[in-house]
């Protein structure tokens, strides 16, 4: 099962990451965890994907700590999903794109507990004081329902939940390498040290989660400034408005819509040959 958790200011990011599950991976369960939206909003999300299902909570809206929360709601829908359903369960950001089929990433998780991307040498100075807010990255988590990853993703989801009613800050600017993480990232790394010698655990290849949008990777992730490169852009707006994406495409590209024009009239006359 495929998972996000989003409010509702970035729920129309989400439905691009929808769309493209539902393109690419239709046979995939989706499971959105939605918090502070309305009703109107989840129907209308419910006509972009077959196997939609939809939590949706109202939490207290706190502005100071609000961004903290959301990072950190995460936890919860993996927890669920692992404990309610029992089936694999790949977390993604609200800021993917699904490019290409996930079936072998899947495939990857019956031989491993947690596959999370994996960088050893990051040394960011997280909110919780170590300097190991960067060793994964929470993008992409996938869990297969095996005893010890549930055990993991309670603890997981208890860790962030202490921490939070702690009412200490949830995110860190680390000014030495310019980089903000939250929570729920460098308790990720944490929690995965306790575990280590029980949990089967795989590196995820960077294909899995790729801010530079290789055309061969299979998830692209719309991290910080890479958002805003042409390849992601596009690949969006496939999603969000045709129109504009169309309109763009025949603006930059104008030979290829000629040419592919062109090419299905003369299909269209080599079938009426067929026929007669």
Known sequence: MILTAVDDNFLPEAVSLIKSCASRAPRHRFYLFLVNSTE????????????????????????????????SARAAPILHVLETYKEPALYLDSDMLVMGSIDGLFAELESYDLMVQYR??????????????????????????SDVSIEFAR??????REWIDTG???????????????????????????????????PLPDKFNDSRFRPDSIIWHGKGVSRKRLPYVLAKLSYDNLFVYYVFLLIRFPF?????????????????????
């Open 40 to 71: 109107e909003r989840i129907v209308r999300v419910r006509r972009f994907h077959p196997n939609l299902i939809v939590e949706h909570v109202q939490w207290p809206y706190d502005a100071q700590r609000w961004r903290g929360l959301m990072c």
């Open 120 to 145: 050893p040498e990051a040394d960011v100075l997280g909110a919780g004081g170590t300097r190991k807010a960067g060793r994964f990255n929470s993008g992409v988590i996938a869990l297969r329902p």
């Open 155 to 160: 603890r997981y989801d208890r860790r962030i």
């Open 168 to 202: 200490k800050p949830l995110c860190r600017y680390d000014e030495d390498c310019g980089i903000e993480t939250c929570i729920d990232q460098e308790f990720l790394y944490l929690v995965y040290e306790q575990f280590r010698e029980r949990l089967r655990f795989a």
């Open 256 to 276: 290829c819509f000629v040419y592919y024009h062109l090419q299905q009239r003369v299909l269209a006359w080599k079938k009426r040959r067929v026929r007669i």
